[in-house]
């Protein structure tokens, strides 16, 4: 199985950027389909974007389109979000996960393997 391990996360003001990565042991990481989602305390386990093993095909929540671009790079064994023009709301723990499936999903019961997560704080 594949082992996951995100970092880049911290304290970012409003309107700034951040780059989370996640890195991946024990299998290569073109296995699989790989998604980026969020926890803020009290609430539920958030889709953020998911990529397919090439990197030719992504999709973004809606809130996240035109802010945040996931990407892989398989020769590294590793994934990429790169969050831009960071807002209060963001504020969460960002986990990556792997999946063994077929086709692209929004939905965290599908991904298989998972990562501690970061803490992705945004103050305003």
């Known amino acids: 199985q594949v082992q996951l391990v995100e970092s880049g996360g911290g304290l970012v003001q409003a309107g700034g950027s951040l780059r989370l990565s996640c890195a991946a042991s024990g299998r290569s990481l073109s296995l699989y389909i790989m998604g980026w989602f969020r926890q803020a305390p009290g609430k539920e386990r958030e889709f953020v974007a998911t990529?397919?093993?090439?990197?030719?095909?992504?999709d973004y929540a809606d809130s996240m389109k035109g802010r945040f671009t996931i990407s892989r790079d398989n020769a590294k064994n590793t994934v990429y979000l790169q969050m831009n023009s960071l807002k209060p709301e963001d504020t969460a723990v960002y986990f990556c996960?792997?999946?063994?499936?077929?086709?692209?999903?929004?939905?965290?019961?599908?991904?298989?393997?998972w990562g501690q997560g970061t803490q992705v704080t945004v103050s305003s």
């Open positions: 990529i397919n093993r090439s990197g030719g095909y992504t």
């Open positions: 996960a792997a999946d063994r499936g077929v086709g692209l999903t929004r939905q965290p019961a599908t991904f298989d393997y």
